[in-house]
């Protein structure tokens, strides 16, 4: 196997937008609400260039095995909604918070993201494996136990993250297992496979539409801290 870089590969770079507004509420309650959005682009990838070509099987650059080539030709997208708050009860008492709702698509997750189908990246653009819709974090410092004991529990929640689901065969000849399957239309098709996530065909026809990349999402995830001092 072959590995190079593209002619015309770039550094990806980001243009993002911020805009935010913070209010001094009651009680001490200091509330914040921002939005970020982002957009990256000549974001990398790679791609087998000498992959067979789809109906001929015919190699572009012969019979040289397989050229993985990193490119700069994929696209981010991001947008957040982020709010924070904090309180101080006096000196005793204090919590904060976070709170992020996220939406990230791409139709790359980094250099070493290679596409379905090495001729077509029109599938690819989808779920960024960093699209964890909601993540929420609360904290908090409490000091009036008694022998100066300090208290300062600390949580975190977060939504799934996304994955990518594969059919685990490489029906295409370019020695990679990135083939995806297509949601089932004909649940009796022999190869039909069931799972939570649908009901997909393994063995799409040519020009069948396959599922987005990062289709599936993994559990929800929560953690509880507290650490203790004197």
Do not use: C, M
């Amino acid at each position: 196997t072959i590995r190079q870089t593209a002619d015309d590969l770039q550094s990806p770079y980001t243009i993002e937008t911020a805009f935010s507004v913070e209010r001094q509420l009651p009680r001490n309650v200091t509330l914040s609400v921002s939005y970020i959005g982002a957009r990256t682009l000549h974001v990398l990838r790679s791609r087998n260039i000498n992959a067979p070509a789809p109906g001929t099987g015919a190699r572009p650059f012969g019979n040289v095995g397989n050229i993985f080539q990193y490119e700069s030709s994929g696209v981010f997208n991001q947008n957040q909604l982020i709010v924070n708050f904090n309180n101080r009860l006096g000196r005793r008492f204090s919590l904060f918070g976070n709170y992020v709702l996220n939406f990230a698509k791409g139709d790359t997750d980094g250099a070493n993201t290679f596409p379905a189908n090495q001729y077509d990246l029109s599938s690819e653009y989808g779920r960024s494996a960093i699209d964890v819709r909601h993540r929420f974090t609360l904290g908090g410092a409490i000091n009036a136990l008694p022998w100066g004991v300090r208290l300062n529990p600390f949580l975190i929640v977060t939504t799934g993250r996304p994955f990518n689901i594969t059919t685990g065969r490489d029906t295409n000849g370019d020695a990679l297992f990135t083939e995806r399957p297509a949601l089932a239309t004909d649940f009796g098709k022999p190869g039909v496979v069931a799972t939570p996530f649908g009901v997909f065909d393994p063995n799409p026809l040519p020009g069948e539409p396959i599922i987005p990349r990062n289709f599936g999402s993994g559990p929800s995830f929560f953690t509880i801290n507290l650490r203790i001092s004197r």
